[in-house]
């Protein structure tokens, strides 16, 4: 496998950044800046860097403010993810990168359990008017295997046409850096599957086919966002990585063992799962201050004692 020059690279990363997370013109700039910065460093071999090569950059970052170093490792793990993700290089480095002290992984957005039951729901309406249009089995196949299975938009959209099987109630992907894992396909999943197959036909090729390629992640990430619209969730809620999200806590919140989240996910290290055990702790966190019995109630204090009141923030 042979990784594209920098230039194409960035160029190429800057470009989905754009189209799937509907990055800003500044943020744009500011990533396009780091990497460029980064490849001059490493004399132009950014794209194919190892984990010395990477510990270069982290020397010449030494005189650096922790949050600019902290900035700059994470335009790189974006990055390089983001050639991971599309065959471009068939490792990710990124762990060789600095982590500064004091900074924390920003939690995931989720979708809670109504958004998601308002998608389905929008999509169903879709499907009965168009009486069962392509595009829209189609549609309700891809939002399935993203809720039903926690499949990154690469893997989705790149899946054989046998990949998912009415008798088999799971498929084996070979996700980030060539790692094969066994990934749950629910019966619904299956029956949309099976639907769109019986549609789609059954010639060898991808799932979901796109002319001579598969259905693009841009073309993915368009649709969920047109889904979202319809269903009454904002669009920039919503991805197929939000969906994936949404797919762990939801196990999570159901009682699934971290290590089979971890399995399932395709995590390489279970420090990145633990993450959605963050994600859970807030929001009991936000039930007990929003949900108690005593969260709008004044505290009782003795007679002739100053009364302490919540502060705005604490409800």
């Given amino acids: 496998m042979r990784a594209p020059d920098d230039g194409t690279a960035i160029a190429a990363f ?14 744009l700039l500011a990533y396009r800046s780091d990497l460029e910065l980064a490849s001059d460093v490493l004399e132009g071999r950014l794209a194919t860097a190892d984990a010395l090569a990477l510990n270069r950059l982290a020397n010449d970052w030494a005189a650096l403010s922790r949050a600019t170093v902290a900035r700059k490792s994470a335009a790189l793990r974006r990055f390089y993810a983001f050639l991971a993700d599309d065959g471009l290089r068939a490792d990710d480095p990124s762990a060789a990168l600095p982590r500064p002290g004091g900074t924390q992984r920003r939690l995931p957005r989720i979708l809670d359990h109504d958004a998601i039951r308002l998608l389905f729901d ?23 295997l993203l809720y039903g299975s926690g499949l990154r938009a690469t893997e989705l959209v790149s899946l054989d ?36 197959r019986a549609l789609r036909g059954d010639a060898p090729g991808y799932l979901f086919p796109s002319g001579t390629k598969h259905l693009s992640r841009v073309r993915l990430f368009q649709l969920v966002k047109g889904l979202a619209a319809d269903a009454g969730v904002p ?37 990145t799962t633990e993450i959605y055990t963050r994600v859970e702790t807030a929001r009991l966190v936000e039930l007990v201050m929003t949900r108690h019995p005593l969260s709008d109630k004044p505290t009782k204090v003795p007679p002739g004692q100053p009364r302490c009141r919540r502060s705005s923030t604490e409800k």
């Fill in 161 to 196: 046409v046998r990949a998912v099987r009415p008798d088999t109630p799971y498929t084996i992907l070979k996700g980030k850096g060539g790692r094969e894992r066994l990934v749950p396909v629910s019966q619904p999943a299956q029956a949309a599957v099976i639907a769109w």
């Fill in 235 to 271: 669009p920039d809620r919503v991805s197929p990585h939000v969906l994936r999200h949404a797919f762990a806590t939801h196990l999570l919140e159901g009682g699934a063992d971290l290590r089979a989240l971890q399995t399932m996910l395709g995590h390489a290290d279970i420090a």
């Fill in 14 to 27: 800057l470009a989905a950044l754009a189209a799937e997370a509907g990055a800003a013109r500044n943020t």
């Fill in 122 to 144: 929008a999509l169903a309406r879709r499907i009965t008017a168009s009486d069962g249009a392509p595009a829209d089995v189609r549609l309700l196949a891809l939002m399935e």
